[in-house]
């Protein structure tokens, strides 16, 4: 906490708003891994980590497509082969 602004900051943090921030301006986690100097992405995805309620918010906005069935949405079955994966 800075004595003169009584205004708390670190270093630490800015890094977590920049890398959100370019995770919510559609910046790929390669990218934003590469601008932090991060070696792993598992430390970038901790950096610019969102929550459920973005998550929806994200999902709502974009243009995914869920097959529907004339009553709900469509059940997948799950797929069954007799002779392993030599059936396929």
């Given at each position: 906490m800075s004595?003169?602004?009584?205004?708390?900051?670190?270093?630490h943090k800015c890094?977590?708003?920049?890398?959100?921030?370019l995770l919510r301006s559609?910046?790929?986690?390669?990218?934003?891994?590469?601008?932090?100097?991060?070696?792993n992405l598992g430390t970038t995805q901790i950096y610019a980590a969102i929550g459920a309620d973005e998550a929806l918010e994200r999902i709502s906005r974009s243009n995914v497509k869920f097959v529907k069935a004339s009553v709900g949405i469509k059940p997948i079955k799950p797929c069954t082969f007799l002779h392993g994966p030599e059936g396929i």
């Open positions: 004595e003169k602004t009584c205004v708390r900051f670190s270093w890094r977590h708003t920049y890398a959100k921030t559609g910046v790929d986690l390669e990218t934003i891994r590469i601008m932090l100097g991060h070696e």
